[in-house]
């Protein structure tokens, strides 16, 4: 072994959500595991947030939740909408079959490190931050390993697995030259931080008027802002003054008043362009995608972070034993996939409904801001609030920890 190159039985290429789980399970499993994070810290913001019940179960089968809600975090257990005049609750989620039952919001960056810090605690598990995975390695048709960059040089990394879990705009997945099917988004998203006060409303919630989208999420001394556009017209609206951007949000939360001049220039506001696709195969001799890098989800509902665990959670499930015994086959990626495709076709169809029924209309400013029947319905029907919550808290097939624990 030369000082550039690394055998491991699993490289991860992405310490994101799916990464740093996939990763932090497999070590804790006795696997020796290498994860690459081409950042030299995990501070982005505007990152995916919402740790939502299902994540929260997987900490306790874990024995971390004690230690894990010691983290920052404010709790969330109704999640309300503003259509108009008219306020309804979109899911109340106290009543979920979980033993959490919210929505803790978090900084990605604090849930990342924690992951990472109790990875730390297995020999197995080995983090290298400032590397990018650049290319993949091949043994005839098998993938064999990874080409990355580390201050300025490049090392290999041989592995038994490499799994691409470097979210949307994956260099791997492109490298594989796996085919994408683009299922399509109708917005983009303007995000900002606007400071919150006593007496403020308690709970996340959007607020839909005729041309606009807008919601706020609840992080305790500030909210976390979204600011729902078409698809592809930021760069026109960003033309425009901040001033004219500042009175848009005032017109949608007239409570905030002065607090919209927070936001003193564009510098102040991050454009998120949002793509809802998938792949038609996840997986190739060797390689498995998992996370954004399988499926990139649109923010509605916020369960992109949690799917993508869930994904790691069944890699981990399914992959752990064949990579134990150096026996990995084809057909164990493939069983990867064939678990966590239903409940991300099932996902992204509610999501692409949305989408399609709610948010393209308002943004249209063809209809007016009338909510859905079936969230009227709720209204009268709290059991129609139950399932909401369900499919945003749980989702479809959570999948629970069976990969032992070796000491």
Not at 153 to 181: P, Y
Not at 229 to 245: C, Q, R, V
Not at 262 to 286: I, M
């Amino acid at each position: 072994m030369g000082d550039n190159t690394i055998t491991t039985q699993c490289c991860i290429a992405g310490g994101g959500p799916a990464g740093m789980m996939l990763g932090f399970l497999l070590a804790r499993g006795g696997i020796d595991v290498v994860v690459l994070e081409k950042h030299g810290d995990f501070l982005r913001d505007f990152r995916g947030d919402t740790i939502h019940p299902s994540t929260l179960e997987l900490m306790r089968e874990l024995g971390l939740l004690d230690a894990f809600l010691e983290l920052p975090h404010y709790k969330v257990d109704h999640l309300d909408a503003l259509f108009g005049n008219t306020k309804l609750t979109l899911a109340d989620l106290t009543r979920l079959p979980t033993h959490c039952k919210f929505v803790a919001f978090m900084p990605q960056w604090d849930f990342l490190k924690f992951l990472a810090s109790h990875g730390e605690r297995y020999r197995g598990f080995h983090l290298m931050m400032k590397t990018e995975a650049t290319d993949l390695v091949y043994e005839g048709d098998r993938v064999a390993g990874v080409r990355a960059r580390r201050d300025g040089a490049e090392i290999e990394i041989n592995a038994d697995l490499v799994v691409a879990a470097d979210g949307r705009h994956s260099t791997l997945r492109q490298r594989a030259g796996f085919a994408v099917q683009d299922i399509g988004a109708p917005m983009d998203v303007l995000w900002m931080r606007i400071s919150r006060r006593e007496g403020d409303p308690a709970n996340a919630f959007g607020h839909v008027e005729i041309g606009r989208f807008f919601i706020m999420l609840n992080r305790g001394d500030y909210w976390q802002c979204a600011f729902v556009i078409p698809k592809g017209s930021a760069g026109d609206l960003m033309k425009k003054p901040i001033a004219d951007f500042r009175a848009m949000v005032l017109s949608l939360s007239p409570w905030l008043g002065a607090r919209v001049d927070e936001l003193k220039s564009w510098d102040d506001v991050k454009l998120l362009t949002v793509a809802v696709d998938r792949l038609q195969r996840w997986y190739r001799p060797g390689l498995l995608c998992i996370g954004d890098a399988a499926h990139a989800m649109s923010p509605v509902g916020g369960v992109g972070i949690n799917l993508a665990i869930q994904d790691a959670v069944a890699a981990s499930n399914i992959l752990y034993e064949p990579l134990r015994e150096r026996a990995l086959t084809v057909d164990d990626l493939r069983k990867v996939e064939a678990r966590r495709e239903f409940p991300t076709r099932v996902t992204q169809r509610l999501q692409v409904f949305i989408q399609n029924r709610v948010i393209r209309r308002v943004l249209s400013g063809t209809a007016p801001p009338d909510p859905p029947f079936v969230l009227k319905l709720a209204q009268w029907f709290p059991v129609l609030q139950r399932q909401l919550a369900r499919l945003i808290g749980v989702g479809v097939r959570p999948e629970h920890i069976h990969t032992p624990e070796v000491v």
